[in-house]
């Protein structure tokens, strides 16, 4: 079976640019939580969909949004790129919402000029 | 604000020896403590978790000990092994259901030297 996938799975844009990464989640998996990795971090909470309903978000400004289709598939947008937005962006799936049901994507490494 | 504090940054150890890496946490409403395992160039993966009505979880070479009065995890490799060169970050959740937030440690770069 295929794990959680990404796309793309890296892209340079410049400063107030927008951007939109994509993740699939493991066929049967219902909740999409999407994570900021900071070079040399540990990964930051964003967002969390389950049944297309946000359940959760981090400390995150406006910029960040996002979305979950009925497919279970989801997007994060990030507008006004500023440079600090440089990071991997993890994506991560859970079957009926149980962390231990969880996988992590391989990440978007996004940089920002 | 920093809920979770991880200890050491990096950690050699000889092959064959025993791996710690421990974490503290702040917020007395964590009931889920996992710890995921990253390889360059690869999201985390889980690699053991426990909840604070046991002391202690072990599968395999890997060991969770748990001391909730301290508000401490730690985590053990037994036989330690070059392919567990990574970097391993510790997390918590208060895992109800429905519930997927974690807040992660800032990791721990592992290295098994022969």
């Known amino acids: 079976d295929a794990g959680v996938t990404q796309s793309p799975t890296h892209l340079i844009k410049t400063r107030g640019q927008q951007v939109t990464l994509r993740c699939s989640p493991i066929s049967g998996h219902k909740s999409v939580s999407w994570y900021q990795q900071v070079l040399g971090q540990g990964p930051q909470f964003i967002f969390q969909?389950?049944?297309?309903?946000?359940?959760g978000r981090g400390n995150f400004p406006d910029r960040f949004s996002a979305r979950q289709f009925p497919n279970y598939s989801s997007e994060l947008n990030v507008n006004a790129l500023l440079l600090g937005d440089s990071a991997l962006y993890l994506c991560?799936?859970?079957?009926?919402?149980?962390?231990?049901?969880?996988?992590f994507g391989p990440g978007t490494r996004l940089l920002v000029l | 604000q920093q809920q979770v504090k991880q200890s050491p940054q990096s950690l050699i150890v000889q092959k064959g020896g025993i791996s710690i890496i421990n974490c503290a946490y702040e917020n007395t409403a964590f009931d889920y403590f996992p710890w995921y395992q990253q390889f360059p160039g690869k999201g985390p993966a889980l690699l053991i978790a426990i909840r604070p009505d046991v002391s202690e979880k072990k599968e395999g070479r890997f060991t969770i000990s748990f001391n909730k009065s301290a508000k401490q995890f730690s985590l053990h490799i037994m036989d330690s092994q070059p392919g567990d060169s990574a970097t391993y970050f510790c997390a918590a959740s208060t895992a109800n259901f429905g519930n997927e937030k974690l807040t992660f440690g800032t990791g721990t770069r592992l290295t098994i030297i022969p």
């Open positions: 991560a799936s859970s079957g009926q919402g149980r962390l231990e049901t969880q996988y």
């Open positions: 969909y389950y049944e297309k309903e946000e359940r």
